[in-house]
C-alpha cells in the first residue's frame, strides 16, 4: 500500500521560508517521478515542481529562483524548499508520486497523493 504523508506546512510572514517534507512508503521516490502540487481555495491543483528518477528538476514559472525540490533516495523522502514566500502562494501543498519514467506536472497523471500540509503566507 502506498502512502504519502506531508509535513513542515505552517504560517509565515511574506518573505519567510518553510520546508515541506513528505515520506514515501510502498513505493520507491527514486523509481519514477514525485512532484509537489497546491491548491487554494476555489482554484484547481496546479504544479509546483517535480523531479525525475535522475533527480533532474522542473518548477512552475511562479516559483522558479524561489523553491527547491529534492529527494532523499536513502530516506525514501521528498523535500520542497520554499523561499522568498509571497501571499499568493498560501495553499493546501500536496505531495504525490507517478511510477513512471517521464515527469510531467500534469496532476491527472498521478497515481497517488498525501492528505497535503496547509501553508500560510501573510502580508
Known amino acids: 500500500q502506498v502512502q504519502l504523508v506531508e509535513s513542515g506546512g505552517g504560517s509565515v510572514q511574506a518573505g519567510g521560508s518553510l520546508r515541506l517534507s513528505c515520506a514515501a512508503s510502498g513505493i520507491i521516490a527514486s523509481g519514477g517521478c514525485m512532484g509537489w502540487f497546491r491548491q487554494a481555495p476555489g482554484k484547481e491543483r496546479e504544479g509546483v515542481a517535480t523531479i525525475d528518477r535522475s533527480g533532474a528538476p522542473d518548477y512552475a514559472d511562479s516559483v522558479k529562483g524561489r523553491f527547491a525540490i529534492s529527494k532523499d533516495n536513502a530516506e525514501n523522502t521528498l523535500s520542497l524548499q520554499m523561499n522568498s514566500l509571497k501571499p499568493e502562494d498560501t495553499a493546501m501543498y500536496y505531495c504525490?508520486?507517478?511510477?513512471?519514467?517521464?515527469?510531467?506536472?500534469?496532476?491527472?497523471?498521478?497515481?497517488?497523493w498525501g492528505r497535503g500540509t496547509q501553508v500560510t503566507v501573510s502580508s
Open positions: 504525490a508520486a507517478r511510477p513512471r519514467i517521464i515527469c510531467t506536472m500534469v496532476a491527472g497523471y498521478f497515481a497517488y
